[in-house]
């Protein structure tokens, strides 16, 4: 099991910047993957960016690409969305997970609120 723990939310003007950090803890080893997933009032959950622990491949969501990174160290203990020309509609309770190897399902952590305005 990972334990998952967000920060770094908070409220920023329309195109400004955050950067979010999940700091994991636990079965580390077990982790396959690392990505962010957000849910804004009234939409379904989104998700926004991944980064495999392997070889690091990352990827993101159309509707962010170009303006969120995610990054991971390499202790592989911390992951980073870090959000670029922030918009109204990237507000949301923004989430990290963890994909487990070998069919272990996914832990997730609390949740931080992001919110933009305009």
């Known amino acids: 099991q990972v334990q998952l723990v967000e920060s770094g939310g908070g409220l920023v003007q329309t195109g400004g910047s955050l950067r979010l950090s999940c700091a994991a803890s636990?079965?580390?080893?077990?982790?396959?993957?690392i990505g962010w997933s957000r849910q804004a009032p009234g939409k379904q959950p989104e998700l926004v960016a991944k980064?495999?622990?392997?070889?690091?491949?990352?990827s993101v969501s159309d509707s962010v690409k170009g303006r969120f990174t995610i990054a991971r160290d390499n202790a592989k203990t911390t992951a980073y969305l870090q959000k670029n020309s922030l918009k109204a509609e990237d507000t949301a309770v923004y989430y990290c997970y963890a994909d487990l190897i070998n069919g272990g399902g996914s832990d997730w952590g609390q949740g931080t609120q992001v919110t933009v305005s305009s």
């Open positions: 980064i495999f622990s392997r070889n690091y491949n990352a």
């Open positions: 636990g079965s580390l080893f077990s982790i396959n993957a």
